[in-house]
């Protein structure tokens, strides 16, 4: 799988969040199931009213519809650290996507997609490979 690193800034904060990359990537990442986890070596963390959702979903490893995805990250100011794992279809072994917030320093997007792959290179300013 390929990854890469989105960097966009707006007076010295990440110009997006979890609920843009989402929308670039519509409508396949609204059909996903996702699955919401921490990050490896850190507490998964986020904030405003949707990020606590997301903060309970990540304790359970919940899987949800993208589409309920899309709402609490429409409720989210900001997603700090967290890894949202695509699937495409239930059965599926290798994630489609996945989406790895760092410290609110950069988005990471890991895929073997490269229609997705293009779409958030020509949808983001500041891109590069991990």
């Known amino acids: 799988m390929d990854k890469i690193r989105i960097f966009d800034l707006r007076n010295r904060v990440l110009a997006f969040d979890l609920r843009d990359v989402l929308r670039v990537l519509a ?51 900001q997603v700090i650290w967290g890894d949202f794992v695509g699937a495409l279809s239930d059965d599926s072994t290798q994630p489609w996507l996945i989406i790895r917030a760092v410290d609110s320093s950069f988005f990471e997007i890991e895929t073997s997609d490269e229609s997705a792959l293009a779409t958030i290179k020509s949808a983001f300013k500041d891109v590069r490979i991990a």
Do not use: Y
């Open 27 to 77: 409508p396949r990442s609204f059909a996903a199931k996702w699955t919401i986890k921490a990050p490896d070596t850190w507490s998964f963390e986020a904030t405003g009213a949707g990020g606590e959702r997301l903060e309970e979903l990540a304790e359970m490893l919940a899987q949800i519809d993208g589409s309920e995805l899309a709402a609490i990250a429409d409720a989210t100011v």
